[in-house]
């Protein structure tokens, strides 16, 4: 079982609130992943790092921002939740060393913003 | 467009019944595709990796096949439980960047009926 924990898993704010998921793990991979998913849809990449002080923006476009101080945390911000921004988002972490490059998740956060 | 799609979009079987899932994909150049169950509300976990001289790998009922010449590749299901509910995704990595980026099909919902 994979060692990657995310919180909330589940979480209902309004409109204009600041939150942070965390996403913590304890592999000791280089390789950090947020993604969005939503119902029917393919995993979109929003956010990745290669390791400590390294971030970098994804495929889909998104409001939101993270950070990587030390190797088993990335936790993602939104700064004003909106609507538009209700969704399934998972994190994920993979082992730079390996060339398969295996993606390991965690359980998810689901966000609804009212 | 998507460059992995997968069908059929949903299946349901009753227990004990085998079944295929399909998923096509255009990603060049291929390095990796992987299959992965993703349980409702849980992150998706991995089946099975599989490289381009591999033609079948198997993980207890779960075995797939690989045609990278046709570009397709099948997730065969033997012995269906009621715990196999669940979407399955199809995911190629191309060899175009160190990160190894990843195409994710929109998945197969599986219904297993008692």
């Known amino acids: 079982e994979a060692d990657i924990y995310q919180t909330p898993r589940y979480l209902v704010i309004g409109t204009g609130k600041k939150i942070t998921l965390e996403c913590s793990q304890t592999?000791?991979?280089?390789?950090m992943y947020w993604y969005q998913q939503d119902p029917g849809m393919e995993l979109h990449l929003i956010h990745y790092s290669y390791g400590v002080n390294s971030t970098e923006k994804g495929d889909l476009s998104s409001e939101s921002t993270v950070s990587r101080i030390r190797t088993e945390h990335f936790p993602l911000t939104l700064e004003s939740a909106r609507p538009s921004h209700t969704s399934q988002y998972l994190c994920?972490?993979?082992?730079?060393?390996?060339?398969?490059?295996?993606?390991?998740f965690g359980e998810g956060s689901r966000l609804t913003v009212l | 467009k998507n460059q992995v799609e997968q069908s059929p979009q949903s299946l349901i079987i009753l227990e004990g019944k085998n079944c295929t899932l399909q998923c096509n994909y255009t990603v060049s150049p291929f390095s990796n595709l992987r299959w992965y169950k993703q349980d409702t509300g849980r992150g998706p976990v991995s089946l099975t990796i599989m490289t381009f001289s591999e033609n079948t790998k198997s993980n207890g009922r779960y075995t797939a096949t690989l045609d990278a010449d046709t570009k397709q590749s099948s997730l065969h299901i033997t012995a269906s439980q009621l715990s196999d509910s669940a979407s399955y995704i199809c995911v190629v990595s191309d060899r175009g960047s160190t990160l190894g980026r990843l195409y994710f099909g929109r998945g197969t919902q599986l219904t297993v009926w008692p």
């Open positions: 592999m000791g991979h280089d390789k």
């Open positions: 994920a972490s993979s082992d730079q060393g390996k060339n398969t490059g295996e993606l390991f």
